[in-house]
């Protein structure tokens, strides 16, 4: 059969060529980073295997390499983070879309996203400065006097450590949740919060039934990327976070994320397997990163789908 | 049963802009009353008055009386209004994140009823009284946005329902439906003012004759003429209203 096919003319077929190359050269370029650092990560995977991430020890001077407690600190503190920052992000979003006047909203909003903009060795200065000392003279006492009998909240307050790790990062990470939740929330129609009023809903069932179960998918991709914002944070983190590589369970206790170990021992890195060794915690980073956006992309996914027959924007 | 309304001088704002002038109105229990008029009269915004969505958009507000059997709805709690005075929206919305199940059950559950039976069995007579009960108790557990657009709009009468109002408020209910998903909608208003008071806004005056007891004519904000159907159509008193039913304009 004859196909009535428009011919497609030189100039679009140039612009599907040029796209069609900027899109695979993004794909390219991630197989590529991935590639390149487990090439370099060789030796190291050689040399220890699978222990690599089971270790507890780094110690450059024995030349033996452990990726646990950088790993253990990434996560300790991006939860933390997430914790904190997820709710009030959430209650931020829901304020200032349901609650506030007009004006208040534009200025909160502004004053939120502008944390955005704030640079990241900046907060790790605050960090030192204010925020240390802070957790160090009132918060972490408190939560010891408190909380103590949890292990979570025993030991020395020193200030510098996963608890001000994972609050310059909830700090920092705000805004992205804040701000996402938002735009999700001003994308549900009002024909939605009308149907629950007229039911006889409260503000708060209005926003529990028809806006955040409406919203909840896009709520759910923001809250990941501010954990991935979280994951690979380097600089303010290696300022608060103390770096010493150690997996204690009080979140008043030093610790070592990832990203600051690479940072801060790139240059030192005098022998091979050394280098190499930093390189494959860049890998695992890498690897979790993947791993968790794909997740992500799971997670929004069947939650958006809702129930059976439906499908959610 | 439904209950009767009385509305005393009315006024309405959007900001500045007045959308209702003084308006007087009885509205007979167990009855239903349209309410026609071109686009802009102050159709939606009278409804909207009754139990008091007007009042939730910023910048509005009204002055004067309705009373819902005898008591000013004024002196309730809205939240508590809402749940006497049902309403249904042009547009079918249910909720896409519950499935039919919850959609209906979404009011009694805000009223805090938990108990799984009594959700089961009010879920099954408002389904039932909305005439969707036969398409869909084989799939109660399927979103809502799985049902087509008539069935969505029975659907959000059926959640009205379950809460046990005693008016329904429909804004014009069929506008977004086709003639034969509107017919049934129709059959079931007249079927539901055995229980309720239904006041329905309607821009198809046809639509008005076949259903209402009752007709309201608003224009520019008044209340033109009220009166049995039969005689707003086949002798009105205001040469506006004869104006507009015969198609002179709006």
């Not at chain 1, 103390?242 to 008043?252: A, C, E, K, Q």
């Not at chain 1, 997740?295 to 069947?302: D, H, I, P, Q, Y």
């Not at chain 2, 008091?52 to 958009?57: C, F, K, P």
């Not at chain 2, 006497?84 to 959609?103: E, L, R």
Request: glycine residues 8%.
């Amino acid at each position: 059969m004859k196909q009535n096919r428009v011919k497609e003319s030189i100039g679009d077929t140039i612009l599907r060529l040029l796209t069609l190359l900027m899109a695979v050269s993004v794909v390219g370029l991630i197989i590529w980073v991935g590639w390149q650092m487990f090439a370099s990560a060789q030796e190291s995977i050689h040399t220890f295997g699978w222990s690599f991430v089971t270790n507890r020890v780094w110690d450059p001077v024995k030349q033996n390499f452990g990726a646990l407690p950088f790993i253990y600190g990434t996560i300790v503190t991006s939860v933390l983070a997430l914790v904190i920052a997820g709710p009030i992000g959430l209650g931020v979003a829901i304020f200032l879309n349901e609650m506030a006047p007009a004006k208040v909203r534009s200025v909160i909003s502004f004053l939120v996203e502008l944390l955005a903009a704030i640079p990241s060795v900046v907060y790790g200065l605050w960090g030192i400065f204010v925020l240390a000392p802070l957790l160090r003279d009132h918060v972490e006492p408190w939560l010891a006097k408190w909380f103590g009998f949890l292990p979570l909240f025993q030991g020395s307050p020193m200030g510098l450590g996963m608890l001000a790790g994972g609050l310059i990062l909830a700090i920092m990470i705000l805004p992205t949740i804040a701000a996402i939740s938002r735009e999700v929330m001003a994308a549900v129609p009002d024909s939605q919060r009308e149907a629950a009023l007229a039911l006889g809903a409260t503000k708060w069932e209005m926003v529990r039934i028809a806006v955040l179960a409406y919203a909840k998918s896009g709520i759910l991709g923001g809250v990941i990327l501010g954990l991935g914002r979280a994951l690979g944070e380097t600089m303010a983190v290696t300022m608060v976070i103390g770096n010493r590589p150690d997996i204690l369970p009080s979140v008043f206790a030093p610790a070592y994320s990832m990203a600051a170990v690479i940072a801060n021992e790139f240059t030192e890195a005098t022998y091979n397997l050394y280098l190499s060794s930093l390189v494959e915690i860049g890998l695992i980073l890498f690897g979790i990163t993947l791993v968790l956006n794909a997740f992500a992309r799971l997670l929004v996914w069947s939650v958006a789908r809702g129930p059976k027959g439906g499908h959610l924007v | 049963m439904g209950q009767s309304l009385t509305i005393r001088n009315l006024d309405a704002w959007y900001g500045d802009n007045q959308t209702l002038k003084g308006i007087n109105m009885e509205i007979s229990a167990n009855q239903v009353t349209a309410i026609i008029g071109p686009s802009g009269c102050g159709k939606s915004t009278f409804v909207r008055c009754i139990n008091r969505m007007h009042d939730t958009l910023p910048g509005a507000r009204a002055t004067g009386e309705i009373l819902l059997d005898g008591e000013s709805i004024y002196a309730k709690d809205p939240v508590e209004l809402r749940r006497t005075v049902g309403m249904v929206f042009q547009k079918p919305n249910p909720f896409p994140a519950m499935s039919i199940y919850d959609n209906v059950v979404a009011g009694l559950k805000l009223n805090g009823i938990r108990n799984r039976e009594k959700l089961r069995t009010a879920a099954e007579k408002s389904l039932r009284m909305a005439a969707l009960w036969e398409e869909v108790n084989q799939r109660l557990n399927y979103s809502g946005m799985s049902l087509s657009g008539g069935q969505q709009q029975r659907l959000c009468i059926a959640r009205a329902l379950a809460v046990e109002p005693s008016v329904l408020l429909m804004d014009e209910p069929a506008s977004a439906l086709d003639p034969i998903a509107t017919l049934r909608i129709e059959e079931l208003i007249l079927e539901l003012k055995k229980d309720y008071t239904i006041v329905i806004v309607t821009h198809n005056m046809q639509q008005a004759a076949r259903i209402a007891d009752s007709t309201a004519f608003f224009l520019n904000g008044e209340l033109i003429e009220h009166g049995p159907t039969s005689e707003i159509f086949m002798n009105p008193k205001d040469k506006r209203t004869e104006d507009y039913i015969t198609g002179r304009f709006g």
